[in-house]
């Protein structure tokens, strides 16, 4: 299945070029507004690479969510650690930058261990907060894999908060998403915050 992106990446042709300059030109207002130069030959296009460098903060790859049939029959939940991840929040357009942990419980199928950092991406490149962003990416999995649950964990950095306003820097925030059994059944909730008790001490 397709972890489809559309409307993400701007039309091809003529339109696309019109949604580009326009953006391009509403970058440079901005830069202007704010008091940066553009008139030198270092800054003249740097409203053009701030569109593009944007675009690709907000533009995931997209894939297919391969899985396998669970023929070993392995019945102890999974976790992938450290999946590195940055996205936009979407109240600064400043980028929060972090860790992901993902585990699920399988049931008839596994997942292909690098579709667990694509639909990391996937749902991170989009103007986000970190709370919809860790629902999301448990929601996925658990529509599409069927597992019998996931749990996703998520540690991150908002630059938002430690460069400016606040000017907090080290805050971590941590949010956690759990469905199915990691949710509902006791034993095997504190069986995942015991296997992964150990990835954000
Ligand atoms: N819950 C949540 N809040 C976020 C996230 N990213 C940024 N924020 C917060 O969104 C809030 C926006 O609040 P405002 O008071 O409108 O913005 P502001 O005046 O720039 O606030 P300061 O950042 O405190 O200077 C801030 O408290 C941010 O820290 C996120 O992922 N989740
Ligand atoms: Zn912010």
């Given at each position: 299945m397709r972890l489809s992106e559309q409307g993400r990446h701007p039309p091809s042709g003529t339109v696309r070029s019109l949604l580009e300059l326009t953006a391009e030109e509403h970058a440079a207002g901005l830069l202007s507004a704010l008091g940066v130069d553009l008139a030198s030959e270092s800054t003249a296009r740097t409203p053009a690479r701030m569109v593009a460098a944007l675009r690709e903060l907000l533009s995931p790859r997209p894939f297919e969510l391969t899985t396998f049939p669970n023929e070993e029959g392995y019945e102890e939940i999974l976790v992938q650690d450290g999946i590195p991840f940055h996205s936009l929040c979407e109240h600064h357009g400043l980028p929060f930058i972090g860790h992901a942990l993902v585990g699920y419980l399988p049931s008839k199928r596994i997942v292909g261990l690098s579709k667990l950092a694509r639909v990391v991406e996937s749902f991170a490149c989009r103007a986000q907060v970190q709370e919809r962003l860790t629902k999301q990416i448990a929601a996925y999995l658990h529509e599409h894999l069927e597992p019998y649950g996931v749990g996703v964990v998520m540690r991150a950095e908002h630059l938002c908060m430690t460069l400016r306003g606040a000017q907090a820097p080290g805050t971590i925030?941590?949010?956690?998403?759990?469905?199915?059994?990691?949710?509902?059944?006791?034993?095997?909730r504190q069986e995942f915050f015991t296997i992964t008790s150990g990835a954000w001490a």
């Amino acid at each position: 299945m397709r972890l489809s992106e559309q409307g993400r990446h701007p039309p091809s042709g003529t339109v696309r070029s019109l949604l580009e300059l326009t953006a391009e030109e509403h970058a440079a207002g901005l830069l202007s507004a704010l008091g940066v130069d553009l008139a030198s030959e270092s800054t003249a296009r740097t409203p053009a690479r701030m569109v593009a460098a944007l675009r690709e903060l907000l533009s995931p790859r997209p894939f297919e969510l391969t899985t396998f049939p669970n023929e070993e029959g392995y019945e102890e939940i999974l976790v992938q650690d450290g999946i590195p991840f940055h996205s936009l929040c979407e109240h600064h357009g400043l980028p929060f930058i972090g860790h992901a942990l993902v585990g699920y419980l399988p049931s008839k199928r596994i997942v292909g261990l690098s579709k667990l950092a694509r639909v990391v991406e996937s749902f991170a490149c989009r103007a986000q907060v970190q709370e919809r962003l860790t629902k999301q990416i448990a929601a996925y999995l658990h529509e599409h894999l069927e597992p019998y649950g996931v749990g996703v964990v998520m540690r991150a950095e908002h630059l938002c908060m430690t460069l400016r306003g606040a000017q907090a820097p080290g805050t971590i925030t941590l949010t956690t998403s759990l469905t199915g059994a990691l949710r509902d059944d006791e034993r095997t909730r504190q069986e995942f915050f015991t296997i992964t008790s150990g990835a954000w001490a």
